[in-house]
Nanobody, 127 residues
């Protein structure tokens, strides 16, 4: 079992930055591929970014490429999402997710591929 706790959300003006953190506990974090998803009111949950357990491979939704960066620190059992040049359309609840995988380069961009989820953190971008 893995427990995930997100933090770092908040209210920011358009053009600003936030860094989300997701702290994991319970199992060997370094064997888990991680992902960030978001869900805006009235919309389905959507993929944002993913990172392999090795940290070598990353994957991003087209809507955030060039603005968001996913990273991880396996020594701290934490994955991060650096969000720059935020726009109002980025407003959503952001969730981190984890799944144990074998491949060091495996990233997963579908929510059904993940076994564990955090409770979410709200990000609001004002115009």
């Amino acid at each position: 079992q893995v427990q995930l706790v997100e933090s770092g959300g908040g209210l920011v003006q358009a053009g600003g930055s936030l860094r989300l953190s997701c702290a994991a506990s319970g199992r060997t974090f370094s064997s888990y591929a991680m992902g960030w998803f978001r869900q805006a009111p009235g919309k389905e949950r959507e993929f944002v970014a993913a990172i392999s357990w090795s940290g070598v491979s990353t994957n991003y939704a087209d809507s955030v490429k060039g603005r968001f960066t996913i990273s991880r620190d396996n020594a701290k059992n934490t994955v991060y999402l650096q969000m720059n040049s935020l726009i109002p359309e980025d407003t959503a609840v952001y969730y981190c997710a984890a799944v144990e995988v074998l491949g060091a380069l495996t990233t997963i961009d579908r929510s059904v591929g993940y076994d564990y989820w955090g409770q979410g953190t709200q990000v609001t971008v004002s115009s």
